[in-house]
């Protein structure tokens, strides 16, 4: 569907206001029903309160927290999408009488089929895109698919409504292993950074706006070690390049990579090279020779 928008944060349906499209089928085990909703003038509230139905929620305008069943509280913001099962408490507040919203839902029976099948995942309870006016339109599509498909073919709306959910769940993804790879990649900078110093991790993690448990987690998934244990590697490095250049004797060095001594800067450069600078120094030499 065509659409003549500029901004999707200022950006209004072109439906009456609460255009919502709902269809029931027959399958051989009951009746199956399917919905897409662009809905615009959604309230500022909505009581804790359990659903008998599986919802997936589009934020497009407007602010808000949403609590899961189990009591984690997101923020809610232009671009932030949520879902929530039959049968678990949830709590969605608005905090103005503009929230705009897409939406699909899948009847309990339906929800539950698409679960077992593992069509649907249970988690997370909300993930956030920058970009997504493509995506607005995709529910465009949808709604306008779903009002005029003959009941026989509304099986494959369901599967388009599954793959318009499964793509916007993969986009999301990528986005969260590209700025968790952001991170990553800012930390070993800073960790190799004034080595004579004494790194301040905890510091790091702030700035990376992570707590120092899941900020050292994240980094060892990712590179296979330690914060501590990468910036100890860094100055092995630079020490072996300060041996290699036969300039600095290893007091000089120690005091150069923050050590308290030269014993202090032997033991680890041997604990962590299999040899003492002395022994790697010689090696050096002979190597160059």
């Known amino acids: 569907m065509a659409s003549n928008r500029t901004n999707s944060?200022?950006?209004r349906p072109p439906y009456p206001q609460n255009e919502i499209c709902c269809?029931?089928?027959s399958a051989k085990d009951g009746q199956y029903s399917i919905s897409c909703n662009i809905i615009t003038d959604?309230?500022?509230?909505?009581?804790?309160?359990?659903w008998d139905s599986y919802c997936f929620i589009m934020i497009l305008r407007g602010r808000g927290i949403y609590t899961d069943h189990d009591g984690r509280t997101y923020d809610l913001m232009p671009g932030a999408?949520?879902?929530?099962?039959?049968?678990?408490?949830?709590?969605?507040?608005?905090?103005?009488?503009?929230?705009?919203?897409?939406?699909i839902t899948f009847s309990a029976n339906l929800s539950e089929c698409l679960l077992q099948s593992g069509l649907i995942m249970p988690l997370p309870s909300v993930f956030y895109l920058k970009n997504y006016d493509d995506i607005i339109e995709s529910f465009e599509r949808l709604n306008v698919s779903l009002q005029n498909t003959l009941e026989a073919d509304l099986p494959l709306v369901v599967a388009d409504a599954l793959?318009?959910?499964a793509s916007i769940r993969r986009r999301a993804l990528n986005r969260e292993k590209s700025e968790l790879q952001e991170k990553i990649e800012l930390a070993q900078l800073y960790l190799a950074k004034d080595l004579n110093k004494r790194a301040a991790l905890d510091e790091i993690a702030r700035k990376l706006n992570l707590s120092y448990p899941h900020f050292r987690r994240i980094f060892k998934q990712a590179t296979g070690e330690s914060p501590g244990m990468f910036r100890i590697r860094k100055k092995i490095e630079h020490a072996k390049l300060m041996i290699g250049s036969e300039e600095y004797g290893l007091g000089e060095i120690a005091e150069l990579l923050g050590y308290s001594d030269a014993f202090a800067f032997s033991k680890q450069f041997k604990k962590i090279t299999g040899m003492s600078p002395r022994e790697f120094g010689?090696?050096?030499?002979?190597?160059?020779n």
């Open 9 to 11: 944060r200022n950006w």
């Open 81 to 103: 999408f949520t879902h929530h099962f039959p049968g678990l408490y949830h709590n969605l507040e608005r905090f103005s009488d503009d929230v705009v919203e897409c939406s």
């Open 163 to 165: 793959s318009l959910i």
């Open 282 to 288: 010689k090696n050096n030499r002979e190597r160059l």
């Open 42 to 50: 959604l309230k500022n509230s909505n009581p804790r309160k359990v």
């Open 23 to 25: 269809r029931t089928y």
